[in-house]
């Protein structure tokens, strides 16, 4: 903390107190050009939050490289989209995340990577990214082990600047069913909450050009790519890929045409 560095490491033996307060006749105590190098520009505290009454405190230029303002100890973990991720050092810090429902993503693929849906960011108790934490490690797990068709293939991750992103995560189950993942760490442990975070992944049916294999997963016929050799599907309802037949050019999934001087 540039200003104040509040910290209660034996609060459980001690009543630790910090209260920021004004009437009509007092002015708010005013925090400004202070700086710190890590984390709180004016404030930083741990263990205990402090007591900040509407009104009563007022910022002026302070900086840090993570809270301007004030910083604190990791609150929560959110879900945050792949457009926050890119522009990470030009969000407001007053990003109201913590009021976020639970995330859902849809239209899964069974078998698919859902690399660009999941980032999680860890967050103090103002909604602000923690982004001086690359230490903190995270894993996904299902909560539901009874379904066989419903597989993860992750392993923990640790965090960079406060993000969590599990790059290479591949989700199967049930095309058309919906399963609840739990997002778990120890980071959050200093707190008596509870520190995992669930959310719901929505799978579509396999479309046209995939097929439903043996393990529920959608597989594109052919893959991608030009090749004479390449299968293809045409029917939502077909039990195994076809064939590229003679005259035809098969580029993967639905996508097939003629060759040159054939018919369709």
């Known amino acids: 903390g540039g200003a104040i560095n509040y910290e209660c490491p034996n609060h459980g033996d001690f009543k630790c107190e910090l209260t ?8 708010s105590s005013l925090f400004r050009e202070n700086s710190a190098k890590i ?7 741990s263990d205990i939050e402090p007591t ?14 993570y809270g301007s303002d004030v910083a604190a100890i990791p609150y929560t973990m959110v879900y945050v989209t792949n457009s926050e991720v890119k522009q990470i050092d ?20 069974s078998g698919g990577d859902l690399s660009n849906h999941l980032y999680f960011a860890i967050v103090d108790s103002y909604g602000q990214i923690i982004t001086t934490d690359s ?27 406060g993000i969590f992103d599990f ?12 399963i609840e993942l739990r997002l778990v760490t120890e980071t959050i442990d200093l707190l008596d909450k509870e520190a995992d975070l ?10 046209q050009g995939e097929i439903e294999m043996v393990d529920k997963t959608c597989y594109l016929c052919g893959g991608q790519g030009a090749g004479t050799s390449r299968q293809y599907s045409l029917s939502v309802t077909d039990s195994q890929c076809q064939e590229c037949p003679d005259g035809a050019y098969c580029w993967g999934g639905s996508n097939i045409g003629p060759r040159k001087g054939f018919w369709r």
């Open 20 to 27: 920021f307060e004004t009437s009509s006749q007092q002015e």
């Open 135 to 161: 230490t903190s490690t995270a894993s996904l797990i299902l909560t539901n082990t009874q379904n066989p068709y419903t597989k993860i293939s992750t392993n923990a991750r640790t965090a960079k600047n």
């Open 90 to 109: 030009d969000l407001p810090a007053a990003i109201d995340r913590l009021s976020s429902k639970t995330p859902v993503i849809t239209s899964a693929k």
């Open 198 to 207: 669930s959310f719901f992944v929505q799978f579509r049916m396999c479309l």
């Open 39 to 45: 984390a709180g520009g004016a404030i930083y505290w």
């Open 167 to 178: 790059e290479g995560t591949h989700l199967s189950a049930v095309p058309g069913s919906t």
């Open 52 to 65: 900040i009454k509407t009104n009563a405190v007022t910022y002026d230029n302070n900086t840090s490289y």
